[in-house]
């Protein structure tokens, strides 16, 4: 990544909070963020969108912001929006990116049309015949609302009588519910840095939850759930997949970092993208800072690299300004 000055940074917002469903864990994040920043002697600052107006970052006269929001008003294009708007460089994917990666349906869409393996998939509404749902997708599946993560709203649908309460369950979030064919397997994820022809993963992590059940709570208040990294796989499986999911990134037009979901079916090794998230956790349990430590680069370091690639993705309009 490019070396930039440290008094090149400027004064640096930490954008963390919101109000997603997600604001307990990107408070989590933000302080981790924070601090780290705060280590490397740049001139870092908190600040809550859900607690002050965006303008202020304007106002107050801030050169770059580090974006640790999760969920909808900070991952899903509508922060980016406004930042370019106020033409205030910021870290991640912009505007496009950022509510395709958002939208789990849309994301798929486009996935399948790069030839990238997902899991099959049905999109649920009120009018849908849910009865007919497990006999297209089998059983187990998975309900989730294709708009939040942390693993909010999700519910594995075992038989056909509990396809009711989880559609009710998901369509809490979104009025669009997403049934997703269930993949028996290990549990991947990736971390990808960079943008274009630079990107490139970092080490894969296998996740090894109780009971096979990586939820809220064994997300991020638990220490029960093991981590390994680098994954215990061949090697020519373990590039195969970190290659898909940087193709899987650049498709989605992704840049700075995000981290992508994968399950490896344990039939026949076959890896399938589930998500991607391009503002991914950072807390004590978060898994880009661990693929980080594996890849020889300290928490501070990757935070540091993050918030050295915050820019603008709109170019202005030359032709305006030049009339």
């Keep these: 990544m490019s070396e930039i ?22 408070l989590m994040s933000g302080a981790g963020v924070l601090a780290a920043l705060q280590s490397q002697g740049v001139d870092a600052h908190a600040f809550d969108p859900a607690e002050r107006s965006l303008a202020d970052l304007e106002t107050e006269k801030f050169d770059r912001v580090f974006i640790a929001l999760h969920g909808r008003y900070g991952e899903d294009g509508s922060l980016q929006g406004v930042l370019e708007q106020l033409n205030i460089p910021y870290t991640g994917s912009g505007v496009m990116a950022s509510s395709i990666a958002m939208d789990k349906i849309f ?21 849908t015949d849910l009865s007919l749902v497990p006999a297209e997708l089998g059983l187990p599946l998975i309900i989730k609302p294709p708009h939040e993560g942390s693993t909010i709203g999700i519910t594995k649908v075992n038989a056909a ?8 369950l998901a369509a809490q979030f979104d009025d669009e519910v997403l049934a997703e ?31 096979g059940n990586y939820d809220y709570q064994n ?40 981290r992508l979901d994968v399950l490896l079916r ?29 890849a020889g680069m300290s928490y501070e370091n990757v935070c540091m690299e993050i918030l050295k690639t915050a820019r603008l993705k709109i170019k202005p309009d030359t032709k305006k300004e030049s009339s």
């Excluded at 009588?161 to 009710?168: F, I, K, N, R, S």
């Excluded at 039939?267 to 594996?294: C, K, W, Y």
């Design 107 to 127: 994301t798929k869409k486009i996935w399948q049309n790069h030839q990238l393996s997902t899991p099959n998939y049905a999109v649920l509404t009120p009018d």
């Design 181 to 211: 064919e269930f993949i028996q397997g290990r549990e991947l994820t990736v971390a990808v840095l960079g943008m274009g022809a630079d990107a490139y993963a970092l080490p894969i992590i296998e996740i090894v939850a109780p009971e």
């Design 5 to 26: 000055k440290m008094e090149k940074l400027g004064k640096v917002g930490v954008l963390f909070g919101g109000r997603s469903a997600e604001r307990e864990v990107s």
């Design 161 to 168: 009588a509990e396809m009711d309460a989880a559609y009710v």
């Design 219 to 258: 997300k991020y208040f638990t220490d029960d759930t093991k981590y390994l990294c680098p994954a215990p796989l061949d090697a020519g499986l373990t590039e195969d997949i970190r290659k898909m999911c940087v193709e899987a990134y650049r498709a989605i037009n992704c840049e700075g970092w995000a």
């Design 266 to 294: 344990a039939s026949d090794n076959q890896p399938f993208l589930i998500e991607i998230n391009t503002s991914p956790g950072m807390t004590g349990h978060s898994l880009v800072p661990m693929a980080a430590r594996a």
